[in-house]
Antibody
């Protein structure tokens, strides 16, 4: 069974930084696109960023461009999200999710999810 | 930007009821749509992809239909384990937008 375990969440002041990690197991990590998806308290789901299998193509939702960086280490089966210049509106549970890819290696839907890690941005 | 509108936002139903949730897209999605179930404090779980394909291991009482701009998720006979929030998600655009969710509550 696919396992995705996030870590690194916590309380951070506005303008601060945080790095999330996701440890993957029970599948060939380097074969898959990976994403971060977040959920603000009591709200819906929002895709944040994804990265291709080799780690050389990244995409971001507009609201985090220039502030967040997604990366991966295939040797360590790990996904990361470096979050800088954090704002109150970034407060959310952040999920690591495996992408199912389709035509022309495009990411489609999320077929496996971690349990999430809570990031709270507050003074 | 694409908009994904789900309705109703909340649905009250009883065990055994047939339940239908609708997701409407602001532009043609083809059949590039997925449905997820989320229980409180838990991660979402994939139920349906490509509008009507059932994910492995998902009970057959769940079904999806629709194309282009209108999609439905149907639970043929609601079970106690099905009380949860359901989200649609398009994957026709790079932003892969989710609907705002439909909470299925016990009547």
């Amino acid at each position: 069974e696919v396992q995705l375990v996030e870590s690194g969440g916590g309380l951070v002041q506005p303008g601060g930084s945080l790095r999330l990690s996701c440890a993957a197991s029970q599948f060939t990590f380097s074969d898959y696109y990976m994403s971060w998806v977040r959920q603000a308290p009591g709200k819906g789901l929002e895709w944040v960023a994804n990265i291709n299998q080799d780690g050389n193509e990244e995409s971001y939702v507009d609201s985090v461009k220039g502030r967040f960086t997604i990366s991966r280490d295939n040797a360590k089966n790990s996904l990361y999200l470096q979050m800088n210049s954090l704002r109150a509106e970034d407060t959310a549970v952040y999920y690591c999710a495996r992408d199912w890819v389709g035509y022309l290696n495009s990411p489609y839907y999320f077929d496996s999810w971690g349990q999430g890690t809570l990031v709270t941005v507050s003074s | 930007d694409i908009q994904m509108t789900q309705f109703p936002s909340t649905l009250s139903a009883s065990v055994g009821d047939r339940v239908t949730i609708t997701c409407r897209a602001s532009q043609n999605m083809g059949t590039w749509l997925a449905w997820y179930q989320q229980k409180p404090g838990k991660a979402p779980k994939l139920l349906i992809y490509k509008a009507s394909s059932l994910e492995s291991g998902v009970p057959s009482r769940f079904s999806g239909s629709g194309s282009e701009t209108e999609f439905t998720l149907t639970i043929s006979s609601l079970q106690p384990d099905d009380f949860a929030t359901y989200y649609c998600q398009e994957y026709n655009t790079y932003s892969r937008t989710f609907g705002q969710g439909t909470k299925v509550e016990i009547k």
